[in-house]
């Protein structure tokens, strides 16, 4: 701007004599010319001659006063390059990339940690909700921003909004289901029998209600019939009853639930994952009893698996329920002294399960 300024200015000054005196203006313009040419090579006898700006702005402002006829005679550069200074002049002074951002700031290395624990947290939680929960806390930023930082991550910006997953859904669920599956024993003659287990998800209390060789619409339902009985007013916390899609529950098995305010859920087909607490009770009760017994008939497998039921219930630990048995409440008293209190073992099932216990 400065140098714009200066270049009207000596303009104007050196117009006036060239308007008086025509002839002799140019003459003193052309001796000006030689003269700063000739300080130029002076100052570059060494080397290649450079123009200063000071230089360029001098030889501009006089090439109106010199005559074109004798241009190639007195100027030391051509038309071209004096316009070539003046478009390098002019894109200076409208340059504004002194005073542009170089784009938006990064975001910072806080905010992206933060909002990937939001979404690793709240799975069901969009971009626009995370952007949301971050200006509640004082962190503005721009729902794209947020969606980029999800989407580099591998998380999904936009979850989808129809519900939880089938294990978020147990996990939620836990106190008011029970689950319901059938286990098969083979007997030391080899006759198949069936037997009826109720899981409750919560406490891991287990239930084997029945033991048959026919197991009928019929039968199913009197073991719901003795299950309800059994378990009263504790039916009252309950909500699901969640099954497959055997065909010897049928619509009476589910009625008796039905009656007491339970839905009944059914798992896919062949989808053994969507009851897996009862499956993977029944993989406890043939590692830890029926591959290591041989039956020898329904009553026996009866008094066997009640047997088990019991210990079950009673004493053996669960990592779900942070090593306490289905029936306890809280852990015993810490014990320091292990040389004053003698351990007992309890012999279950002629020895095939072991409980120990403190001696009174």
Known sequence: MIVSLLYKATRKLLCIPSVLLRSEAAKNAELLVLRHENAVLRRQLAGRVRYESADRLWFA??????????????????????????????????????????????????????VLQLAKENTRWGHRRIQGELARLGHRVAHSTVWRILHDAGIDPAPRRSGPTWREFLTAQTQGIIAADFLHLDTVLGTRLYALAFLEHDTRRLHITGVTAHPTQVWTTQQARNLAADLGHRTESLRFLLRDRDGKYGQAFDAVFLADDLRIIKSAPQAPRMNAHCERVIGTLRRELLDHILITGESHARQVLKTYEDHYNRHRPHQARDQLPPEAQQHPAAVHDLDTHKVLRTRILGGLINEYRHAV
């Open 61 to 114: 402002a006089l090439s109106g006063l010199v005559d074109r006829h004798r241009w190639w005679e007195v100027f030391p550069v051509t038309p071209g390059t004096l316009l070539a200074w003046h478009r390098r002049l002019m894109a200076r002074k409208w340059d504004y990339s002194a005073r542009r951002r170089t784009g938006r700031p990064p975001t910072r290395a806080a905010t992206k940690r933060l």
